[in-house]
């Protein structure tokens, strides 16, 4: 990370009024949550995230489709908000017109101080009942199954308590709709801000994606943390090359250095 753009960064941010934070799997990296497609050990590492988040492998075989969230829910259980999350929810108090949109399944940004975050993809935490009422159903405790082992196993997912049918994981997959709401305020964010700073997506699933090009077809300037180029590296007026644990805090340090107002 050049020592330059930090500080255009920090000014652009500084000088923002309506913000909107949009992260991905990447900004929970730091906190031990493998991202989507590294998400895939032991059992489920001869897979594919696309072809495993789908309704159809669910359908074809729900314990190890359970098993895999179950593995992934007892993963962010065991992990903390890193210190990425934790300037994220610093940008809010100091910008209070800033909206977060995230495309994880996790709950690290609302323990971290942001607890109204958009969840476009879903919960781990909101399992629901495959039935047409998609009754919401409560998560099994940890001895409610044998707790997977590490590398996680082959759980039979629980019936809903009102009609019995399938309890599914309360996510978005791939082929399915996002929860309009989430989606809609998301547009309508990204449409009104004017400073989008992208954070830990490779900007390649859609209609997510869409939404830092929506902000910058409003006129909002993009700004983008991550290690690894992506397709967004062209919207954005900097690139933070660099991890979200590190980059983020220095990005809010800079920004509002001398500053003791929070
Ligand atoms: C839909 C929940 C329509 C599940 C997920 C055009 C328009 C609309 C749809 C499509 C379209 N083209 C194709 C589609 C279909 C599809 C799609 O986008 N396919 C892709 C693969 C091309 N989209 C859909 O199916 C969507 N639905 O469009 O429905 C519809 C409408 C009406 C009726 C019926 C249908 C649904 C998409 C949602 C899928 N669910 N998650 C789960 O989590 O199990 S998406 C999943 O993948 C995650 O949410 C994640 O965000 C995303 C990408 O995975 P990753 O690569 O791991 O994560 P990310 O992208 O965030 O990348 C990690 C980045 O972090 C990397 O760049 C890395 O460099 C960086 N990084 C790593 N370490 C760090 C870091 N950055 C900072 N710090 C670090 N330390």
Redesign the pocket.
């Known amino acids: 990370m050049k020592g330059a753009l930090p500080h255009r960064a920090a000014q652009l941010l500084r000088e923002a009024h309506r913000v909107v934070v949009l992260t991905?799997?990447?900004?929970s990296?730091?906190s031990g949550v493998p991202?989507?497609?590294?998400a895939l050990t032991g059992l489920w590492a001869r897979f594919d995230?696309?072809r495993l988040?789908t309704a159809e492998a669910f359908h074809a075989d729900p314990d190890l489709v359970w098993g895999w969230?179950e593995w992934?829910r007892t993963t962010v259980g065991r992990a903390e908000p890193n210190p990425?999350h934790v300037a994220i929810a610093t940008i809010q108090a100091r910008i209070p017109d800033t909206t977060v949109i995230t495309?994880?399944?996790d709950d690290l940004h609302e323990r971290s101080g942001t607890p109204a975050a958009i969840h476009l993809?879903?919960s781990l935490f909101t399992p629901r009942c495959v039935a047409a009422a998609a009754h919401p159903a409560t998560l099994p405790s940890p001895d409610d199954h044998a707790a997977p082992p590490d590398e996680g196993g082959r759980i039979p997912p629980p019936r809903c308590a009102s009609c019995g049918a399938l309890v599914r994981?309360g996510?978005?997959?791939?082929?399915?709709?996002?929860p309009e709401a989430a989606l809609t305020a998301a547009v309508e964010a990204a449409t009104a801000c004017d400073l989008l700073l992208t954070?830990?997506?490779?900007?390649?699933?859609?209609?997510?994606?869409?939404i830092p090009r929506i902000a910058a077809r409003s006129g909002a300037t993009v700004i983008q943390?991550?290690?690894?180029p992506?397709p967004l590296d062209r919207i954005a007026a900097v690139n933070l090359h660099g991890?979200?644990?590190q980059v983020l805090p220095t990005l809010v340090a800079t920004a509002w250095a001398g500053t003791d107002d929070t």
């Not at 830990?200 to 869409?210: D, I, L, Q």
């Open positions: 991905g799997a990447g900004i990296a730091e991202t989507f497609r590294d995230a696309q988040a969230y992934r990425g495309q994880n399944v993809h879903g994981p996510v978005v997959w791939f082929g399915e709709p996002l954070v830990g997506t490779s900007g390649t699933v859609y209609p997510a994606a869409e943390v991550n290690p690894e992506t991890t979200a644990a």
